[in-house]
Every structure is written in structure tokens, then in C-alpha cells.
């Protein structure tokens, strides 16, 4: 049984920083591929960016790149998404999921979400 386990998120101003992590337990059955997206109240859920297996290969959806980093560490088995420049838009439900093709999906594995706000 796969376990994705989220953490961090809150409010933050205009241009600020947050980290969200994910922590995976338990054996995917294929790809470690984790993957990080977004769904704000009305609007469909968005792919936010990707890290392969390894950790070398990252991708990610126009609004994210320059400023938000996927990274992993695989001795804690844990992958983080840094969120700078933070923007009012950014605003929404994050999830991370795991066991899925690189980079868009689809993927078998979700955590429970995380809240992030940025008031405008």
C-alpha cells in the first residue's frame, strides 16, 4: 500500500516562499515518478510539475517554471515542491501523487492535500 503524506502550505504574502513536502511510503508498483498539482475553488485540477524516479529530470507547467523547484530526497524518501514568488493566483489546494508515466500522468497515488493562500 502506497501512502503519500503531505505537509506544510498555509499563508503567505504576495512574493513570499513556502516548501510543501510529500512523503511516500510503501512500494509503487511501477514509476517513482511524483508529481505536484493545484485545484482552486471552480476550476479544474492543474498540473503543477513533475520529478522523474532518480530526481535528475524535472517538468513543469508554464505558471511554475523560474519559480517553483521539485527536488527529492530519496534517504527520506521525500519530495518537496519550493514555491517562490509567490503570486494572489497561485492560491489553491495542492496535491502530490506518485505512480504515474513522467511526467503528466496518469497517477495511481494521491495525498490528502494541502491549503495554500496568497491574499491579494
Known amino acids: 500500500q502506497v501512502r503519500l503524506v503531505q505537509s506544510g502550505g498555509g499563508l503567505v504574502q504576495a512574493g513570499g516562499s513556502l516548501r510543501l513536502s510529500c512523503a511516500v511510503s510503501?512500494?509503487?508498483?511501477?514509476?517513482?515518478?511524483v508529481a505536484w498539482f493545484r485545484q482552486a475553488p471552480g476550476n479544474e485540477r492543474e498540473f503543477v510539475g513533475a520529478?522523474?524516479?532518480?530526481?535528475?529530470?524535472?517538468y513543469y507547467a508554464d505558471s511554475a517554471k523560474g519559480r517553483f523547484t521539485i527536488s527529492r530526497d530519496h534517504a527520506k524518501n521525500t519530495v518537496y515542491l519550493q514555491m517562490n514568488s509567490l503570486k494572489p493566483e497561485d492560491t489553491a489546494v495542492y496535491y502530490c501523487?506518485?505512480?504515474?508515466?513522467?511526467?503528466?500522468?496518469?497517477?495511481?497515488?494521491w495525498g490528502q492535500g494541502t491549503q495554500v493562500t496568497v491574499p491579494s
Open positions: 501523487a506518485a505512480d504515474g508515466n513522467y511526467p503528466n500522468g496518469p497517477y495511481d497515488y
Open positions: 520529478i522523474d524516479s532518480s530526481g535528475a529530470r524535472t
Open positions: 510503501g512500494r509503487t508498483r511501477g514509476s517513482d515518478t
